[in-house]
């Protein structure tokens, strides 16, 4: 079993920034790569911004140049930093594993979400 625990959501105003964590802990060997995803009210989940275990990233078209996607594989966590956020990034943001287990079992873990507004 693997768990993800994300933090750092919130409400900030239009051009603000924030910066989103998420710890994975339990059955890890090793982790493929780990992601955040993001669903708006009456929208499909869509991807954010994604980094591999060789630090390879990969970021919607909708945030390159703003957001900024990091691990710390000794911490097994990822971040996500968001600046110059605009009202259309609101949305619950989730965090993504895909993690090799203690049994060599390969899974997909997802995190509960984390809400992030930006208005004024």
């Known amino acids: 079993q693997v768990q993800l625990v994300e933090s750092g959501g919130g409400l900030v105003q239009p051009g603000g920034s924030l910066r989103l964590s998420c710890a994975a802990s339990g059955s890890i060997r090793s982790i493929n790569s780990m992601g955040w995803y993001r669903q708006a009210p009456g929208k499909q989940r869509e991807l954010v911004a994604t980094i591999t275990n060789t630090a390879s990233t990969n970021y919607a078209d909708s945030v390159k140049g703003r957001f900024t996607i990091s691990r710390d594989s000794a911490k097994n966590t990822v971040y996500l930093q968001m600046n110059s956020l605009k009202p259309e990034d609101t949305a619950v943001y989730y965090c993504?594993?895909?993690?090799?287990?203690?049994?060599?079992?390969?899974?997909?873990?997802w995190g509960q979400g984390t809400q992030v507004t930006v208005s004024s």
């Open positions: 993504n594993a895909d993690v090799i287990g203690w049994t060599w079992r390969r899974s997909i873990t």
